[in-house]
């Protein structure tokens, strides 16, 4: 990684310079420097152990790093007024846990409280989120989704400018899932800065602005996915599908055998793939281009991309 320059704090909603942390012996973090841009909605991804916890633990002022400087929203997180900054900060942990006595309405009123947040902003969040219906009942009659979404209502308390989501769609279903992020499209739209971290890199990968990968304590990398696509340890294959007619398909894989080039070839009907270096992609187009009712580009998805960077070596914590 090339080297960041100073931390701009009026331009990052969050911004880590030279952040190292150890419990005990044993180091987690190792010279970790990047930025959160205000607005943004931003991806943080590693294998497990990798320091993804500790971020969130450190961003959310929980703990205090042995070396490194931190800044959210504008202020130090090492100075007395950072407990001010962080009444505008929203959290959503992987496991959102409470009293199962209380009702949702109950619950929400409780973060409401500790906040010092007016308990008439609860009942239109419960509504957001779609659980109206349900705010009077138990919460430990409450789904796995229900418990997330009534979580995600006490991260939003308050419009707080940052927001930060634990693996946040937990239990719900594919239509709970677009319903979540209709949301926090909603909160960035006004302006509120979100930090996701999540093992199901399929579902953030249209979905976020920015991606920071981690490996071993360390930031193996950071940037749009388009950036990382194109990085050192990227993949540097793809896929490209074309729609050609039976009848043509063996003149063209003829042609595309002929070329002085490394490719796997399907057919799967009418249609084939061909995998490719990214360097030959316009080789292998040109050969397509004449005969193909329809050309298609696969690039490499994110999955591929975090393995490509390190994400093969797992490890629990």
Not at 73 to 83: C, D, H, K, T, V
Request: charged share 15%; proline share 4%; net charge neutral.
């Amino acid at each position: 990684m090339t080297s960041l320059p100073a931390s701009n704090t009026t331009e990052a909603a969050v911004s880590l310079r030279g952040i190292r942390h150890r419990y005990g012996a044993l180091t987690v973090l190792q010279d970790v420097s990047f930025d959160i841009a205000h607005g943004a909605m931003f991806g943080l991804i590693g294998h497990n152990g990798a320091g993804k916890s500790t971020l969130f633990k450190l961003m959310l002022g929980l703990i205090t790093p042995c070396a490194g400087t931190l800044h959210v929203l504008g202020q130090n997180a090492a100075e007395p007024a950072f407990r001010q900054t962080r009444r505008r900060v929203g959290y959503l942990p992987e496991s959102f846990l409470t009293y199962d006595n209380l009702s949702g309405q109950e619950v929400l009123h409780f973060f409401a409280d500790l906040k010092h947040i007016a308990r008439a902003a609860c009942a239109p969040l419960l509504d957001l989120v779609g659980l109206t219906h349900a705010a009077a009942r138990p919460v430990q009659g409450y789904s796995k989704g229900m418990r997330q979404r009534l979580g995600l209502a006490q991260a939003l308390l308050g419009e707080p400018d940052l927001i930060f989501l634990d693996e946040p769609t937990n239990g719900l279903d594919p239509q709970g899932i677009a319903d979540f992020y209709a949301i926090l499209r909603t909160a960035q739209d006004r302006g509120a800065t979100i930090v996701i971290t999540s093992h199901i890199l399929a579902e953030i990968e249209h979905r976020v602005d920015q991606l920071l990968i981690m490996q071993s304590g360390t930031v193996a990398a950071q940037g749009t996915l388009r950036q990382l696509r194109t990085g050192t340890h990227a993949p540097r294959m793809l896929t490209i599908t074309a729609t050609i007619a039976p009848a043509l398909q063996a003149g063209v894989r003829a042609a595309l055998a002929a070329l002085p080039l490394e490719l796997a070839l399907e057919v799967h009907g009418e249609q084939l793939h061909v995998r490719c270096a990214r360097a030959d992609k316009m080789a292998v187009l040109r050969q397509l281009a004449a005969c193909a009712d329809d050309i298609a580009i696969q690039e490499s998805t994110l999955e591929q991309v975090f393995l490509g960077y390190g994400g093969t070596h797992a490890r629990t914590h």
